[in-house]
């Protein structure tokens, strides 16, 4: 588990064909590896990967074809940037929101313009996803934890402090970028729920 509060912006070091799929090695030497130990989960751009190598300010994690085909980690290149986290410790602060790490679709940036100091940003979430999203709720993206501020269909906006852009990869972000979406697991849950309650429900039946 994760809190959507990103810790390092990191650098992809080498993208590795590995029979099919890849292996991925991070430089994240703004992170800090001295507490994480091999099998240890670190989000890269809001996608739970296993760090299976450490050497001094680098990690490596294979990455499936599943991740591949379902995340922007596919069409990662040697030196592009990306938000990281370590996962999250029963003490630690919630800074955000629970996250899972688990990517539920992609996203692109449709527009970003200055309100203020901040910046609000629109973005295009897949038309299966925007049932999920609602005003004032949270919403993860590319491992960023934001407020959503208002949905039209399949369009939300988010604003962005100065903080947040200066601190993970929304820096290097212009309209037309992918992005990575998880949208609150709480709305997954409800929907669970409602639709087990609909399927227990059993027709009236009888004359009246």
């Known amino acids: ?16 064909p590995r029979g099919g799929d890849v292996r991925l090695v991070i430089d994240s030497v703004d992170l800090g590896l001295d507490d994480v130990a091999l099998g240890d989960s670190i989000a890269v751009a809001g996608v739970c990967l296993t760090a299976i190598e450490l050497d001094g300010p680098c990690f490596a994690a294979d990455v499936s074809l599943e991740t591949l085909d379902r995340t922007t980690l596919g069409a990662l290149h040697a030196g592009d940037a990306v938000n990281l986290e370590k996962a999250l410790r029963l003490a630690d602060r919630l800074g955000g929101h629970l996250v899972s790490g688990h990517v539920d679709g992609i996203g692109r940036v449709l527009d970003v313009r200055d309100d203020a100091r901040s910046q609000r940003w629109i973005f295009e979430a897949p038309p299966a996803l925007a049932r999920y999203i609602a005003a004032k709720g949270s919403i993860c993206i590319d491992g960023t934890s934001l407020t959503v ?14 903080h947040t852009v200066q601190r993970t990869t929304f820096g290097f972000r212009r309209p037309g970028d992918a992005v990575n979406l998880e949208v609150d697991m709480v709305a997954r849950y409800v929907e669970r729920l409602l639709a087990a309650e609909a399927g227990n429900r059993k027709p009236e039946t009888g004359s009246r």
């Open 1 to 16: 588990m994760f809190t959507g509060i990103v810790q390092a912006v990191g650098r992809v070091a080498a993208v590795e």
């Open 149 to 162: 501020n208002e949905v039209e269909g399949s369009r939300f906006g988010v604003n962005l402090i100065p």
